[in-house]
């Protein structure tokens, strides 16, 4: 049962890669090589946080990118929103092929249950991951 989609969950990554690095302009390349996920795919995660405002982009060869506001203030209900717009929790969660037709049995239960993800994505913010930050921390020659 998946609730987020793999662009959303690599923009959370990267925020959290970010918001361990405080300060630090991160390329690309080498939040790919932390989170070791395709270059490529992650550009167009973070020029879509980028566009949104939850970090800066520069380019340049010192270019990279920085978290625009404090660990803080992003929730991660901000970066779905950020990310994946479209991204509604409100898939069925059998994935039964009658509820492609909105008659899916357990409606009432699978609203309920997204309608609780979304309100916990609305009260956690990445500053609410500071403990687990240590192992997306670069050494300082990077």
Do not use: W
């Not at 994946?84 to 509820?99: E, I, K, V």
């Amino acid at each position: 049962m998946h609730m987020i989609t793999e662009a959303v969950n690599l923009g959370i990554h990267a925020i959290l890669v970010l918001a361990a690095n405080p300060g630090r302009r991160l390329a690309t390349p080498v939040i790919a090589e932390v989170l070791r996920v395709s270059p490529s795919h992650l550009a167009k995660v973070m020029q879509k946080l980028a566009r949104a405002r939850l970090v800066y982009s520069m380019r340049g060869t010192t270019g990279g990118f920085l978290l625009a506001m404090e660990p803080g203030e992003i929730s991660m209900a901000r970066v779905v929103d950020a990310v994946d717009p479209q991204a509604r929790f409100d898939s069925c969660m059998l994935r039964l092929p009658r509820c492609k037709t909105g008659t899916c049995p357990v409606s009432d239960l699978h609203e309920e249950v997204h309608k609780l993800i979304r309100d916990r994505f609305e009260r956690l913010f990445i500053s609410d991951f500071d403990e687990n930050l240590d192992r997306l921390r670069l050494p300082e020659n990077r």
